[in-house]
């Protein structure tokens, strides 16, 4: 027994030792200067960024349809500020969880605010007699994505003191 618990310390030890290499946040250094300035030559970008609690996929000139936004208006411009990831066709740069503020640049536009489609609840028990329709829209806000800017330099609160 003693043979086999000695082994299970030297596993659950390795294990540890792994697991705590991958949790290691990754900072800004002269790789991902590198990758920023090879995805800013690619021609398409896309991000990654959260929008009222959800991620979403975004390239530039797309439409998105989230959930109704009270506090804005048609025309006003919005500034996302978790982006997750950036990228091209080529090259990729993820952030642990979201990328330092200021080094992507995305707005996104308000188009309009909608509704959905007309969706009918049905409440029925049976045998009782009891049968209810409920009706409801649900509202929606349209948003018109900007262009993605990467900043030429790194910010100056995430570069490495020397």
Partial sequence: MSALANVFRRCSANLSF????QTVPATLNTGH????????SQPQRYVVASLVGRKYLLAPRDL???????????????ALSDVHEVGSRDYTLRGDP????GLVNVEATVVEHT???MER????KR???YKKTVTHKQTYTRLRIGPIELTPTMPQSTQRQA
């Fill in 18 to 21: 792994a697991r705590g290499l």
């Fill in 33 to 40: 200067a590198e990758a920023l300035s090879l995805i800013r």
């Fill in 64 to 78: 998105l349809t989230v959930a109704r936004l009270r506090d804005v208006k048609v025309g006003d411009r919005l």
């Fill in 98 to 101: 979201t990328l330092p503020a």
């Fill in 115 to 117: 509704k959905g489609a």
């Fill in 121 to 124: 609840i049905v409440k029925f």
């Fill in 127 to 129: 045998r009782k007699h």
